[in-house]
């Protein structure tokens, strides 16, 4: 399951409940996202912030698409690995008008 997610603590709930493993994929931190965009965004930012962290504490196995940061605020007790192979190299030599 790739996760934030809206069906995050459903799902999970479920694979305990019929005893499967989980795997998630931990892709982004739902509080930076949230908290940054609206009011509405901020009442969310603690309760998706703090399901997550449940999530992926209680998860069997994780992936995490970054090298650090991810790992830090949402720790796990199960298997891990990262997968940050993105690099970003400086381009040269770009035409950045825009053509009509």
Not at 44 to 61: F, G, M, N, Q, W
Request: glycine fraction near 2%; charged fraction near 25%.
């Amino acid at each position: 399951m790739r996760v934030p997610s809206f069906c995050q603590l459903y799902v999970i709930k479920l694979c305990k409940k019929m005893k499967k493993p989980v795997l998630i994929e931990l892709v982004a931190c739902p509080f930076d996202s949230l908290w940054n965009k609206s009011v509405l965004g901020k009442l969310l930012a603690v309760p998706y912030y703090l399901s997550t962290k449940y999530i992926t504490k209680e998860s069997d196995y994780v992936v995490y698409v970054t090298d650090k940061f991810l790992q830090s605020r949402y720790p796990s007790e199960g298997k891990q690995i990262n997968c940050s192979d993105v690099e970003l190299k400086k381009l040269e030599n770009i035409d950045t008008t825009i053509k009509k």
